[in-house]
């Protein structure tokens, strides 16, 4: 499989490291947005995945993560993905062939972005309402005001209006359900809640084969 190793830069002029992975008479481009674990490197099956598919894939690290330079910090996770995007426009990608994706903390960071840029359609994995949220589950027996990750794409999705697929496990251990199903119940139609099972670091896999054929779906029917 081809892939270009690129740079860019963000507006804050922070150097960011990404992969772009073409796919022959690709159909859309999906523009990665990783969780908090790992790097780009430790996502080579999820990449597997979107190419198959007939799409090519777009996939950044954050400052701070693998080879991008800087640190990390919450407004750096937006200008990183706003940066990637504008990246994808300057190869001659249009913004309708773009869709977003978003794993655990990347759907934030995609969530933002398309709540203020317009591209084709949404995808997001293990995504949680907001941080405030999230640090009541993970921490209960300490107060949610001490964490400085706000994260509020509970209220960012209310303005997105593109068409979502929003997947979730129903036995995740380290996202709720319940959190994945109230950022759901805060976004506009059209959007769909699609549940399957697993953990969070391995539901993707575990429902690898329905989950192919359910996007599979979505991407089809985006065309029409």
């Not at 977003?100 to 995609?110: K, N, R, T, V």
């Not at 251990?173 to 959190?179: A, D, G, H, M, N």
């Amino acid at each position: 499989m081809d892939f270009e190793d690129v740079f860019f830069k963000t507006r804050d002029n922070i150097e960011l490291n990404a992969w772009f992975i073409p796919s022959p008479k690709a159909r859309f481009t999906i523009l990665f947005c990783h969780g908090n674990a790992g790097n780009i490197s430790h996502r080579l099956e999820k990449i597997l995945f979107f190419h198959s598919l007939g799409c090519n894939v777009f996939i950044f690290d954050y400052r701070g993560y693998g080879l991008s330079k800087g640190r990390p910090s919450e407004k750096g996770l937006y200008l990183d993905t706003q940066a990637a995007f504008d990246y994808l426009l300057s190869r001659g990608i249009s913004q309708e062939q773009i869709i977003g994706y978003g794993e655990s903390i990347g759907s934030a960071a995609i969530i933002d972005l398309a709540s203020i840029r317009p591209m084709r359609a949404l995808i997001t994995e293990g995504a949680f309402s907001n941080g405030k949220d999230m640090a009541r589950y993970a921490f209960p027996f300490l107060p949610y005001w001490i964490f400085s990750l706000r994260l509020d794409s509970e209220n960012k999705i209310r303005s997105v209006k593109i068409t979502k697929l929003m997947i979730h496990s129903l036995n995740d251990e380290i996202v709720p359900f319940k959190l994945g199903k109230k950022l759901y119940d805060a976004a506009p139609a059209p959007k769909e809640l699609f549940e399957i099972r697993g953990g969070h670091n391995s539901c993707f896999f575990d429902s690898q084969n329905i989950l192919k054929e359910r996007m599979g779906d979505f991407l089809d029917k985006l065309i029409k």
